[in-house]
Structure formats: structure tokens, C-alpha cells
């Protein structure tokens, strides 16, 4: 059995993210491992590993030993109905294609992940996942999301694919969706990790945005091929959405929510982590508030500001923001003061307009000519005072 399919044989084997089964492959080579279950028991020194990993001795460790035993029966037994070879003729066939770590198409980061690691992922679209996610932020939510909530995620989508940062997500209900759509009105590919076969699209409502995404990104699948999604795989493609990713942005959260759960990852794996603050009295964004009162993410609130916080440092800088420039803004020192002492309602003098501006008489009518002719001062029978409708600009 080659080590391609080998990879394909575990995916059927064992569940994405079990650690055991990763750690078996790491030290034993995919090969070996199938190798390994299809005798039905471990090896003693694989053995003698669970054991210590989770620290029992006696007849605790007797108890550890039955569980890996069980764990092994129950992957001999789905070995007894994996077959390999028609999964790959049936994956190319959907259109998809396989990745393995080593390939040129890996992306290296998920070694990040140590013994959760996929042991392989199917592709199904036209772009290059590596290359991708060398520039890429996660955007993750809730799916029972506001219109507020709807609105950011598309901008940071759009606004993320318009600087060329490539949006991952979940492809989800919610924020998922509305990330990925903005992301595709910005021509940058856009990545949905699935918890399903990718050949498989849920939800069913989303299946023109899953095609939308196939022609401008990927979509992303540890799972074989025709695997329909259940909840705990759903917390479990979170990891991968973090760590293909440089940063995790929240945008409404619950306190309980699945995008926290991506948050706990993208901290695990020293990712950057943001949060969008939404309304004090929402409740879909109460996660959101959590993770910036602990100082766990960054408050953000422009997709620029994202880049600041993922980007090249010093080469990826949000414009500092700053509020309307009004026209008496552009005023010299001491015409800004003249036009501070020229009254609103009853007119003055230019004596007593120089006393309150604390300039000279010179300088109060060069300074009171040049504000007449921009239209903030009039001249009255008493003197001067601000023209109605435009008091000081």
C-alpha cells in the first residue's frame, strides 16, 4: 500500500482530530499504521505511550490499555470496509483532489496542529491552498446573525479579498456566508474548510455560493469523500480554519458559540485572535465583548485593521482614523482666534473683537476682511458678528 493511500485508508478509519491515531501515524508512517490495525492491537511500545500520556499506573493503566485495544477493534473493524482506491477514482471523478503533507500544495503551517493533524485534505477548486493561506485571515460568527452582524462580516470579506488577503471560513449559515460572499466581490480566492465530504453541500441552501467558491477558491475537506457532517466534526474543522489562517477575526459571538470555539484554537496555536464589538445590549455579540474585556483579541472594527494586526509590521498600516475636516480647520492661528471673539447675535467692534481675540487692531481687520469674503462674517450697523447659518464652519 503506497502512503497515498494509506492517508486515505485513516480517513475512513478514525475521526478528524483524534490525537491517538495521529500520534500512531507521526511515529509509525501511515503504512505502518494501517499496518498496525489491521493486525488489530498495538504495538507494546505504542502501548507502553497511552499509558504514560495520560499518567495512570496499576490497574488504571490495565483500564487505558482495554480502551486502546477497543479503540484498535473499532478501527479494524471500518478497515474491513475501507477501500482506498475507489475513494481516490471517486474523489477526481466529483473533481476534487488529494493533498498530502509533503505535496507541493500543503500548506505547512498545519504541522502546527502536532498529532492532529489531517493526515490528508481534499481540494475542490481551482486555486492553490499553500498560496493561498500565506495571506489569509479567518472571519468566523455566529450563524443566527444579526443584520449588523451580516453587513460587517460581507465588508470585512470584501474589504479583506480587495488588499489580497484570501478569507477562510466555514462556509456556514451567517457570518461564514456573508464572509465568503464579500470575499468573492473582491477577487482574491476565498477558502470554506468543510465538515463533510467535498463532495458534499451543506448547507444545501449554499450550494451556489460552494460553486462561486470552487471558481474563485477552494473548498477545503479532511473528511472522505460522501461524509455528511455531525456536530463534533464541526468543532473539530475549527482547528484547521485557525491554523490554515495567520489571524482569526470574531464578528458576533454568543457565549456559547462555535467561532469561540475557533478563537480557543487560533490562542492555542499563538494566531493572531480579533474581535468586532457590536452593540452592548446584543447578545450574539456578548463572546465578542468577553474576548476583548480579557484582552484575549484585539478589538478591530475595518477589515484595515485586521491587515494592521496580521501584516508585515510597519508595511501594513490602517490609516490612523480621523473625524470630518471642517473648513475653519484650515484657518491660521490667529484668524481662528478672531473668529472665536466675533459675537453670534449682537455686533462688535474690531477694538473689541482684538480685546477678546487677544490680538492687535492690524491684525483683527486684515483677519476680518479675509472671513467677509469666505462668507463667516457680515458686517452689522453695531460692527461685525457671525453670518447666520454659517457660525465658525
Given at each position: 500500500?503506497?502512503?497515498?493511500?494509506?492517508?486515505?485508508?485513516?480517513?475512513?478509519?478514525?475521526?478528524?482530530?483524534?490525537?491517538?491515531?495521529?500520534?500512531?501515524?507521526?511515529?509509525?508512517?501511515?503504512?505502518?499504521?494501517?499496518?498496525?490495525?489491521?493486525?488489530?492491537?498495538?504495538?507494546?511500545?505504542?502501548?507502553?505511550?497511552?499509558?504514560?500520556?495520560?499518567?495512570?499506573?496499576?490497574?488504571?493503566r490495565e483500564r487505558l490499555t482495554?480502551?486502546?485495544?477497543?479503540?484498535?477493534?473499532?478501527?479494524?473493524?471500518?478497515?474491513?470496509?475501507?477501500?482506498?482506491?475507489?475513494?481516490?477514482?471517486?474523489?477526481?471523478?466529483?473533481?476534487?483532489?488529494?493533498?498530502?503533507?509533503?505535496?507541493?500544495?500543503?500548506?505547512?503551517?498545519?504541522?502546527?496542529?502536532?498529532?492532529?493533524?489531517?493526515?490528508?485534505?481534499?481540494?475542490?477548486?481551482?486555486?492553490?491552498?499553500?498560496?493561498?493561506?500565506?495571506?489569509?485571515?479567518?472571519?468566523?460568527?455566529?450563524?443566527?446573525?444579526?443584520?449588523?452582524?451580516?453587513?460587517?462580516?460581507?465588508?470585512?470579506?470584501?474589504?479583506?479579498?480587495?488588499?489580497?488577503?484570501?478569507?477562510?471560513?466555514?462556509?456556514?449559515?451567517?457570518?461564514?456566508?456573508?464572509?465568503?460572499?464579500?470575499?468573492?466581490?473582491?477577487?482574491?480566492?476565498?477558502?470554506?474548510?468543510?465538515?463533510?465530504?467535498?463532495?458534499?453541500?451543506?448547507?444545501?441552501?449554499?450550494?451556489?455560493?460552494?460553486?462561486?467558491?470552487?471558481?474563485?477558491?477552494?473548498?477545503?475537506?479532511?473528511?472522505?469523500?460522501?461524509?455528511?457532517?455531525?456536530?463534533?466534526?464541526?468543532?473539530?474543522?475549527?482547528?484547521?480554519?485557525?491554523?490554515?489562517?495567520?489571524?482569526?477575526?470574531?464578528?458576533?459571538?454568543?457565549?456559547?458559540?462555535?467561532?469561540?470555539?475557533?478563537?480557543?484554537?487560533?490562542?492555542?496555536?499563538?494566531?493572531?485572535?480579533?474581535?468586532?464589538?457590536?452593540?452592548?445590549?446584543?447578545?450574539?455579540?456578548?463572546?465578542?465583548?468577553?474576548?476583548?474585556?480579557?484582552?484575549?483579541?484585539?478589538?478591530?472594527?475595518?477589515?484595515?485593521?485586521?491587515?494592521?494586526?496580521?501584516?508585515?509590521?510597519?508595511?501594513?498600516?490602517?490609516?490612523?482614523?480621523?473625524?470630518?475636516?471642517?473648513?475653519?480647520?484650515?484657518?491660521?492661528?490667529?484668524t481662528r482666534a478672531v473668529l472665536?471673539?466675533?459675537?453670534?447675535?449682537?455686533?462688535?467692534?474690531?477694538?473689541?473683537?482684538?480685546?477678546?481675540?487677544?490680538?492687535?487692531?492690524?491684525?483683527?481687520?486684515?483677519?476680518?476682511?479675509?472671513?467677509?469674503?469666505?462668507?463667516?462674517?457680515?458686517?452689522?450697523?453695531?460692527?461685525?458678528?457671525?453670518?447666520?447659518?454659517?457660525?465658525?464652519?
Open positions: 500500500m503506497s502512503d497515498r493511500l494509506a492517508r486515505v485508508t485513516l480517513m475512513r478509519l478514525a475521526e478528524p482530530g483524534d490525537a491517538v491515531m495521529g500520534r500512531l501515524v507521526a511515529s509509525r508512517g501511515p503504512e505502518a499504521a494501517v499496518g498496525q490495525v489491521r493486525e488489530g492491537h498495538p504495538d507494546p511500545e505504542f502501548a507502553r505511550w497511552f499509558a504514560a500520556s495520560h499518567c495512570q499506573t496499576g490497574s488504571r482495554d480502551r486502546l485495544e477497543r479503540m484498535f477493534a473499532s478501527w479494524a473493524a471500518r478497515l474491513e470496509t475501507a477501500e482506498p482506491a475507489r475513494d481516490l477514482d471517486e474523489g477526481e471523478r466529483a473533481g476534487a483532489r488529494l493533498v498530502v503533507p509533503g505535496d507541493r500544495g500543503w500548506p505547512t503551517q498545519l504541522d502546527d496542529l502536532g498529532d492532529s493533524r489531517p493526515h490528508a485534505l481534499w481540494l475542490h477548486g481551482e486555486a492553490d491552498l499553500r498560496f493561498s493561506c500565506l495571506r489569509s485571515v479567518a472571519v468566523v460568527g455566529s450563524r443566527a446573525v444579526t443584520p449588523y452582524g451580516t453587513h460587517v462580516a460581507a465588508e470585512f470579506g470584501a474589504g479583506l479579498s480587495e488588499r489580497g488577503w484570501t478569507v477562510v471560513s466555514g462556509g456556514a449559515y451567517g457570518v461564514d456566508g456573508a464572509a465568503h460572499r464579500g470575499a468573492l466581490s473582491g477577487g482574491t480566492p476565498t477558502v470554506a474548510v468543510l465538515a463533510c465530504g467535498a463532495d458534499v453541500a451543506y448547507p444545501s441552501a449554499h450550494h451556489s455560493l460552494f460553486a462561486a467558491v470552487r471558481s474563485q477558491g477552494l473548498l477545503v475537506s479532511e473528511c472522505p469523500m460522501g461524509a455528511h457532517p455531525t456536530r463534533p466534526r464541526f468543532l473539530v474543522r475549527n482547528r484547521l480554519i485557525a491554523a490554515l489562517s495567520r489571524g482569526t477575526v470574531v464578528i458576533e459571538a454568543a457565549l456559547r458559540s462555535g467561532a469561540l470555539n475557533t478563537a480557543g484554537h487560533a490562542v492555542a496555536l499563538n494566531r493572531h485572535l480579533a474581535a468586532v464589538p457590536g452593540p452592548v445590549t446584543s447578545e450574539t455579540s456578548a463572546g465578542c465583548h468577553r474576548l476583548i474585556r480579557q484582552g484575549t483579541a484585539v478589538c478591530v472594527t475595518t477589515p484595515e485593521e485586521m491587515v494592521e494586526l496580521v501584516g508585515a509590521m510597519g508595511e501594513d498600516l490602517a490609516p490612523e482614523p480621523r473625524g470630518p475636516v471642517l473648513p475653519r480647520d484650515r484657518l491660521d492661528p490667529e472665536e471673539a466675533v459675537p453670534a447675535r449682537s455686533g462688535a467692534g474690531p477694538a473689541t473683537i482684538a480685546l477678546a481675540a487677544g490680538v492687535d487692531l492690524e491684525t483683527v481687520l486684515s483677519c476680518l476682511g479675509g472671513l467677509a469674503a469666505a462668507g463667516y462674517v457680515e458686517r452689522v450697523p453695531r460692527g461685525w458678528r457671525l453670518r447666520p447659518g454659517k457660525p465658525g464652519g
